[in-house]
């Protein structure tokens, strides 16, 4: 069974930082491309960041670019989001998930999905 999970999520101050694991089962991270994505109460999906397994390319939204890092540890078969400098806006439930390995991580069809952990960045 093909299987995300995500942890590393928290409570942190605005200029703290947090690292999110994303942990596969079932299948092998390095034949995959692998995104972050966030859902905030009333605002829209947004893919925060990617990475290909093809060759190794990323991608940062604009609102992260800078302040976030995205990589792979193929022997542990887990992806991390190194988030620094967070913000209040960055508060959102952040999910992982996993498509074809393929050269362009921003179009992928991502159909496996982790449950998602909890970031909040408040005072």
């Known amino acids: 069974q093909l299987q995300l999970v995500e942890s590393g999520g928290g409570h942190v101050q605005p200029g703290g930082s947090l690292r999110l694991s994303c942990a596969a089962s079932g299948f092998t991270l390095a034949y995959a491309n692998i995104g972050w994505f966030r859902q905030a109460p009333g605002k829209e999906h947004e893919g925060v960041s990617c990475?290909?397994?093809?060759?190794?390319?990323?991608y940062y939204a604009d609102s992260v670019k800078g302040r976030f890092t995205i990589s792979s540890d193929n022997a542990k078969n887990t992806v991390y989001l190194q988030m620094n400098s967070l913000k209040p806006e960055d508060t959102a439930v952040y999910s992982c998930a996993a498509a074809r390995s393929g050269s362009n991580c921003r179009g992928s069809p991502y159909a496996t999905w982790g449950q998602g952990t909890q970031v909040t960045v408040a005072s």
């Open positions: 990475i290909s397994s093809s060759d190794g390319s990323t």
